[in-house]
Structure formats: structure tokens, C-alpha cells
């Protein structure tokens, strides 16, 4: 994950749209998170929740999503 935010996303693409911007950024605090994580649940608790929106299509606003929100974000930049 650090490899695909590093690389591909964050640090050589300008990602001019706030929604996009703020999808990375917000996977690039949950694995910043995860460095230094004891096997305590608390400090999971991020990068799950994070994961689980992805993988499981579910937004605790909207519901299901239509579309994958990664494919969205990626063809937004």
C-alpha cells in the first residue's frame, strides 16, 4: 500500500480534485498509522474501518456504492 500511495498516487501525480486529494490522503494517514501498531485493537481500528469501506462497497452515509470508490479515484486524477 505505501508503494501504490508513494509512487503511483501521492508523489508523482498532481491531483488538482479535492475528492481524489482527500481519498489518498486519507489512506496515506492509515497506513502511517499502522507503522508502529502494537497488537493492541485500538490502533487497527483506522486502517480497518479504512479497508473495510474499500472492500465492502459501504459508506456510512450513503449506503452501498454503484462504483468501486478506488477506480473513481483513480480515473479522477
Not at 20 to 30: N, Y
Request: glycine share 4%; hydrophobic share 45%; proline share 4%.
Amino acid at each position: 500500500m505505501e508503494i501504490f500511495r508513494d509512487e503511483i498516487v501521492l508523489n508523482t501525480t498532481d491531483i488538482a480534485d479535492d475528492e481524489p486529494f482527500e481519498f489518498f490522503k486519507r489512506l496515506s494517514a492509515a497506513i502511517y498509522v499502522q507503522k508502529e501498531v502494537t497488537p493492541d485493537y485500538d490502533p487497527v481500528k483506522q486502517l480497518s474501518g479504512f479497508l473495510w469501506n474499500l472492500l465492502a462497497g459501504w459508506d456510512w452515509v450513503s449506503g452501498y456504492r454503484e462504483r468501486d470508490i478506488v477506480q473513481e479515484m483513480i480515473e479522477a486524477i
